[in-house]
């Protein structure tokens, strides 16, 4: 089964920059289209970016201009350039597969990875 780990989260302040890291380990037979994904308190899980195999991507309105997904399949790796933060984007982020059915489809997830945007 392919775990998906995430780092380079932590607290910063308000128009701050962060980039998360996505390591994936076990055995992976092709390539996804992968995502970044982010939960707040008390909300749901929403998905912030998508980037498929060919390199579409897709962006939520709320991050894009700011955020910019990017992958590396050669190894197995996935980011996320974050700019602009704002309190908004306090969440704990996910990486994982995306597909178009993600929400009924993608069931396993990892610990994520705490981004605090604070003064």
């Known amino acids: 089964q392919v775990q998906f780990v995430e780092s380079g989260g932590g607290l910063v302040q308000p128009g701050g920059s962060l980039r998360l890291s996505c390591a994936a380990s076990?055995?992976?037979?092709?390539?996804?289209?992968m995502g970044w994904y982010r939960q707040a308190p008390g909300k749901p899980r929403e998905l912030v970016a998508r980037i498929h195999e060919g390199g579409n991507i897709n962006y939520a309105h709320f991050v894009k201009g700011r955020f910019t997904i990017s992958r590396d399949n050669a190894k197995r790796a996935l980011f996320l350039q974050m700019n602009y933060l704002t309190p908004e984007d306090t969440a704990v982020y996910f990486c994982?597969?995306?597909?178009?059915?993600?929400?009924?489809?993608?069931?396993?997830w990892g610990q994520g990875t705490q981004v605090t945007v604070s003064t």
């Open positions: 076990g055995d992976i037979y092709s390539y996804y289209a």
């Open positions: 994982n597969e995306a597909p178009l059915d993600w929400s009924s489809s993608v069931g396993s």
